[in-house]
């Protein structure tokens, strides 16, 4: 069974100070893994696809890297806006559902 | 711009009723998901549905029902509401089978009392 395990539970940060989130993951083959932003009371935004081990995306402060074994999420210098639950999820090969994990409350003050 | 709505923001519905969430998405994709997120257990797959009139047992099935009888419409169906149904309904949708992102609806909050 695919696991997806993110750490911390909550972040709270200082307006401008950088940081990771981690998305550890095991899956029987990794078609894709997935990072969504989750405002309050809203459904998740999509952020990042990674597909192979090396992959790096990024979006304005984030990034978004990919191993064999796990994902991190990079904020840099985050602003109060960046406040929101980071979910991570991954895809297994011939699947068709995502795996989510728990998420990463992000709390950026000013 | 992608867009998945669902039907509510907000429901509340007594124990014992038959519930129909509902969602609709503009982009001619062919899957579609439902989940529910509660506090620390994450989004959780309900049924999943791959075609008209085609549908997949998620990890939690037990005590919900879909129906997808347009490409663009797929529905939940609470046969007989419990209050530990209460939860945030997700509706999702995505273009083909694999490397393709989900996209979400606003989510339903269904408190069932």
């Known amino acids: 069974e695919d696991q997806v395990t993110q750490s911390p539970e909550a972040l709270r940060l200082q307006e401008g100070e950088s940081s990771s989130l981690n998305c550890s993951y095991t899956?029987?083959?990794?078609?894709?893994l997935f990072w969504y932003r989750q405002d309050p009371g809203k459904g998740p935004e999509f952020l990042f696809t990674?597909?192979?081990a090396g992959e790096e995306k990024e979006k304005e402060r984030l990034k978004a890297t990919l191993t064999k074994k796990e994902s991190f999420l990079h904020i840099t210098a985050p602003k109060p806006e960046d406040s929101a639950t980071y979910l991570c999820?991954?895809?297994?090969?011939?699947?068709?559902?995502?795996?989510f994990g728990a998420g990463t409350t992000v709390t950026v003050r000013a | 711009d992608v867009k998945v709505t669902q039907s509510s923001r907000y429901l509340v519905k007594r124990t014992g009723e038959k519930v129909f969430l509902e969602c609709v998405q503009d982009?001619?994709?062919?899957?579609m998901f439902w989940y529910r997120q509660d506090p620390g257990l994450g989004l959780r797959l309900i049924y999943f549905?791959?075609?008209?009139?085609?549908?997949e047992k998620g990890d939690i099935p037990e005590g919900y029902s879909v129906s997808r009888e347009k490409k663009e419409r797929f529905s939940l169906i609470l046969e007989s509401a419990s209050t530990n149904q209460t939860s945030m309904y997700l509706c999702?949708?995505?273009?083909?089978?694999?490397?393709?992102?989900?996209?979400f609806g606003q989510g339903t909050r269904l408190t069932v009392v």
């Open positions: 999702a949708s995505s273009l083909i089978w694999g490397y393709t992102e989900a996209f």
């Open positions: 899956v029987s083959g990794l078609r894709g």
């Open positions: 990674l597909y192979s």
């Open positions: 999820a991954v895809q297994a090969e011939n699947d068709y559902k995502l795996s």
């Open positions: 982009m001619d994709h062919e899957n």
């Open positions: 549905s791959y075609d008209v009139k085609m549908k």
